[in-house]
């Protein structure tokens, strides 16, 4: 089975105007409003794509609730934890260009981390976790790492999507997979990626710290797949995104459906970088009719 994690889940309010003015009023064009969070938009994607997983994390309140429903009605398991605050809303304003404003994020009791605790200690040798998004303030920072110490020995394969102290502490617990963008992987090494060779270069250094696999998306340049056998670079169609919500959430389910059929690593990168290409270019998430549209436009090379 395969379980996501989100440990800070909102609702995502986006709002498309003509333009966006500091001091004015503004009439919106159109209004979209789900459930948001980087484990549940992999959930999304996996079931999409025809895979069945079970959404984990914290939610409170009314948000919380609509949360719940949206979940539910994408058909999409869920062993929430109730919590008192209220889940946050991130707004997503569409304009000329996106401007996001994320939400502030609820107090999660101890009571409830040791809940989630019990709900990750009972992952075996056939489970997948996948653990992406922010950490909510209330928590530590090392929360990530704390959760895979727990699965130490238990073969669980664990997907690691997050950046700065999160991403960094996490390494040393190798994590079968870690999916930064090169700005996010640059922050850790101190250093600007404007290349492929560059990811590939700090990518193999992730490696040095623990991580077995690691995808560097690196928006319209396309994206690096590395481990210690071999390195790839891929390249995307050049169009003008639609969407950027979802696109790196979009990558790590689909390298994760293609790994759960037992693909090459190769295919299975080829595949990941058409699903966050196709998120990238629709207002949705990606589907295997949409995939297949954009999959022979997905050049991937071996880089040595």
Not at 173 to 196: A, D, M, R, S, Y
Not at 212 to 232: C, D, K, T, Y
Not at 252 to 261: C, D, I, P, S
């Amino acid at each position: 089975m395969i379980y996501t994690v989100t440990l800070n889940p909102s609702i995502d309010y986006h709002v498309w105007v003509p333009a966006l003015d500091k001091g004015t009023i503004h009439e919106a064009h159109k209004e979209w409003k789900d459930a948001g969070g980087k484990g549940i938009n992999v959930s999304k994607v996996l079931r999409l794509l025809g895979v069945d997983s079970t959404a984990l994390g914290f939610v409170g309140g009314f948000t919380g609730a609509f949360i719940r429903q949206q979940v539910e009605r994408a058909g999409i398991a869920h062993q929430f934890l109730s919590i008192e605050q209220d889940s946050r809303i991130n707004i997503k304003i569409k304009a000329d260009t996106e401007t996001d404003i994320s939400g502030v994020s609820p107090e999660i009791p101890a009571e409830a981390l040791q809940q989630l605790f019990a709900q990750i200690d009972l992952l075996g040798p056939d489970d997948y976790l996948v653990l992406a998004g922010s950490v909510p303030k209330s928590l530590p920072l090392d929360i990530y790492p704390t959760i895979m110490k727990r699965l130490q020995g238990k073969g669980v394969r664990v997907f690691l999507d997050a950046k700065g102290e999160a991403l960094k502490s996490g390494l040393s617990e190798q994590p079968f997979l870690i999916k930064p963008n090169h700005h996010e992987l640059g922050e850790l090494f101190g250093v600007e990626i404007t290349t492929h060779n560059e990811a590939i270069a700090c990518g193999r250094k992730a490696l040095e710290l623990g991580a077995q696999n690691v995808i560097v998306s690196m928006a319209e340049q396309g994206a690096v797949f590395v481990n210690r056998e071999v390195a790839f670079a891929a390249r995307i169609p050049k169009r003008k995104p639609v969407n950027s919500i979802g696109a790196g959430d979009s990558m790590v389910a689909g390298f994760l459906y293609a790994h759960t059929k037992g693909w090459r690593a190769e295919e299975a990168f080829r595949f990941a970088v058409a699903a966050g290409t196709t998120t990238a270019l629709s207002e949705g998430f990606c589907t295997h009719e949409t995939i297949r549209t954009y999959l022979p436009e997905i050049s991937v090379i071996t880089v040595e």
